[in-house]
């Protein structure tokens, strides 16, 4: 089952604010392995099969440092398409030397790092989706240890070379101020709960082990970054089609958010200020 794909509602490229766009442009791409799609003044577009958008750099004209504790990026998660890929990653980061966090989640399992600007990255590949465990509508999910020595096996003699063509944007964690009314929001756009952890829950469309994380670890209530702080500027969903689109619209308008149109997209804010920009499959 691919859960990136319709007829799911699935994450899209993530936009950040960064304050040096060719040292962030040389981490993504010699580090974290995209390609170049399209690079303006101020401005690139990373990829990783050469044709979808999965990261946009802006460089502002006037930016500081990410604030810390406010509401924002935890991290965005790049999905790699084999065990096999993950391990090649292994090797890769140790060879380059990059400090790393790593955990078995049940469901999959995962590397952490952290850009230049201090964003949060995942680096995972899913279990198969026949062992995920459920419990009604809740997916098993824990923070183990990583057998990093049988990861690294899988990939056998096989080196990195950047980000397999079949890397998608797996999920989003969000730092947010307030978890029942970002959870409602999600809910209007289209998404479940589908795990809980201590101040955090996990959201999905269809039976994903998530698409969407949500947690108040920074602190309930906490405020949300000034506009000229380095880190998220938004990030996308993406819908299957029209009328899924439309009514996921409708359903944030009865919650009393302002949904703005741009030419080919529309733009939501969550309750803790991340930006949303909604957009059909292409």
């Given at each position: 089952?691919?859960?990136?794909?319709?007829?799911?509602?699935?994450?899209?490229?993530?936009?950040l604010?960064?304050?040096?766009?060719?040292?962030?442009?040389?981490?993504?791409?010699?580090?974290?392995?995209?390609?170049?799609?399209?690079k303006?003044?101020?401005?690139?577009?990373?990829?990783?099969?050469?044709?979808?958008?999965?990261?946009?750099?802006e460089q502002?004209?006037?930016?500081?440092?990410?604030?810390?504790?406010?509401?924002?990026?935890?991290?965005?998660?790049?999905?790699?398409?084999?065990?096999?890929?993950?391990?090649?990653?292994?090797?890769?980061?140790?060879?380059?030397?990059?400090?790393?966090?790593?955990?078995?989640?049940q469901?999959?399992?995962?590397?952490?790092?952290?850009?230049?600007?201090?964003?949060?990255?995942?680096?995972?590949?899913?279990?198969?989706?026949?062992?995920?465990?459920?419990?009604?509508?809740?997916?098993?999910?824990?923070?183990?240890?990583?057998?990093?020595?049988?990861?690294?096996?899988?990939?056998?003699?096989?080196?990195?070379?950047?980000?397999?063509?079949?890397?998608?944007?797996?999920?989003?964690?969000?730092?947010?101020?307030?978890?029942?009314?970002?959870?409602?929001?999600y809910?209007?756009?289209?998404?479940?709960?589908?795990?809980?952890?201590?101040?955090?829950?996990?959201?999905?469309?269809?039976?994903y082990?998530?698409?969407?994380?949500?947690?108040?670890?920074?602190?309930?209530?906490?405020?949300?970054?000034?506009?000229?702080?380095?880190?998220?500027?938004?990030?996308?969903?993406?819908?299957?089609?029209?009328?899924?689109?439309?009514?996921?619209?409708?359903?944030?308008?009865?919650?009393?958010?302002?949904?703005?149109?741009?030419?080919?997209?529309?733009?939501?804010?969550?309750?803790?200020?991340?930006?949303?920009?909604?957009?059909?499959?292409?």
């Open positions: 089952m691919n859960y990136h794909q319709p007829p799911h509602i699935y994450t899209g490229e993530v936009h604010k960064v304050t040096d766009l060719d040292k962030m442009t040389n981490f993504y791409t010699e580090i974290i392995g995209f390609s170049v799609l399209e303006k003044d101020k401005h690139v577009v990373l990829t990783a099969d050469g044709q979808t958008p999965l990261l946009v750099l502002p004209e006037s930016i500081v440092p990410k604030e810390p504790r406010r509401t924002g990026l935890y991290h965005l998660a790049l999905l790699l398409p084999t065990r096999a890929d993950l391990g090649k990653a292994i090797k890769h980061f140790s060879r380059n030397q990059i400090p790393l966090g790593a955990a078995d989640h469901v999959s399992e995962a590397l952490y790092l952290s850009d230049p600007d201090g964003n949060g990255i995942e680096i995972y590949c899913d279990r198969e989706p026949k062992t995920w465990h459920w419990n009604d509508d809740l997916v098993a999910m824990s923070t183990d240890p990583l057998d990093t020595r049988a990861v690294v096996e899988e990939s056998g003699e096989d080196d990195w070379t950047g980000l397999p063509s079949g890397t998608v944007m797996g999920h989003i964690h969000l730092h947010v101020a307030n978890l029942p009314n970002t959870k409602e929001f809910e209007a756009l289209g998404f479940k709960v589908v795990s809980r952890y201590p101040q955090a829950l996990f959201m999905a469309n269809g039976n082990h998530h698409h969407i994380g949500l947690n108040t670890w920074n602190g309930a209530d906490a405020s949300r970054p000034t506009e000229g702080s380095a880190g998220m500027e938004a990030f996308t969903l993406i819908y299957p089609d029209e009328s899924t689109l439309q009514e996921a619209i409708g359903n944030v308008q009865k919650l009393g958010e302002t949904v703005k149109r741009l030419e080919t997209t529309f733009v939501v804010v969550d309750p803790s200020g991340n930006r949303v920009i909604l957009r059909l499959e292409m």
